[in-house]
């Protein structure tokens, strides 16, 4: 059965760096397909924050690219995102999702929130 | 960037009634890749419609998907009471991929 479990720190203070990390079960990382962070701030929509496949190709919104780093550990079978200077407007729930080439995007995480808060 | 624009916002109906769901692109959508997601409060998104049309494993047929270039309709065809939740539309033609806003479908 396919897991992707996220985690993270839960609360990090604003101007700090927040680290979180999907681990993926059940499956291969390593298949040829990418793998993206999506986040979804409370009440509002989702949006899409980078790509990443297992050779280490990114892929990044212009929105968020300058603050932003995706990387995969086929090792531990997991992909990370790490955001800089956060502020309260990245308070949001953040996803993994296995994007299947036409297929859109077939396996999602349970999502980790992330508070930005002092 | 592709900006997608749901209507409506909200739409209130009762079981057993048909929706229709609007995603409208500011510009054509690469390979007609739009997809539709469901999401229930505290859930993750599920996959509905794929490249437009495709439902996705163990979708029932009451869904359905449609349209070309800007202009894409979700239906449903008889609302079952499991079925009111939040509508995402997405391209991913182009990067950045991008998602409407959303259409809640809720009980009247």
């Known amino acids: 059965q396919v897991q992707v479990q996220g985690s993270g720190p839960g609360l990090v203070k604003p101007s700090g760096t927040a680290s979180l990390t999907c681990t993926v079960s059940g499956m291969s990382i390593s298949t040829d397909h990418w793998w993206s962070w999506v986040r979804q701030a409370p009440g509002k929509g989702l949006e899409w924050i980078a790509e990443?496949?297992?050779?280490?190709?990114?892929n990044y919104n212009p929105s968020l690219k300058s603050r932003v780093t995706i990387s995969v550990d086929k090792a531990k079978s997991q992909l990370s995102l790490t955001l800089h200077f956060v502020t309260a407007a990245d308070t949001a729930v953040y996803y993994c999702?296995?994007?299947?080439?036409?297929?859109?995007?077939?396996?999602w995480g349970q999502g980790t929130m992330l508070t930005v808060s002092s | 960037e592709i900006v997608l624009t749901q209507s409506p916002g909200t739409l209130s109906l009762s079981p057993g009634e048909r929706a229709t769901l609007s995603c409208r692109a500011s510009q054509r959508v690469s390979s007609n890749y739009l997809a539709w997601y469901q999401q229930k409060p505290g859930q993750s998104p599920r996959l509905l419609i794929y490249r437009t049309s495709s439902r996705a494993t163990g979708i029932p047929d009451r869904f359905s998907g449609s349209g070309s270039g800007t202009d894409f309709t979700l239906t449903i065809a008889r609302l079952e009471p499991e079925d009111f939740a939040v509508y995402h539309c997405?391209?991913?033609?182009?990067?950045?991929?991008?998602f409407g806003g959303g259409t809640k479908v809720e009980i009247k």
């Open positions: 999702a296995r994007l299947n080439g036409p297929n859109a995007f077939d396996i």
């Open positions: 990443v496949f297992h050779n280490g190709n990114t």
């Open positions: 997405q391209q991913y033609g182009s990067s950045p991929l991008t």
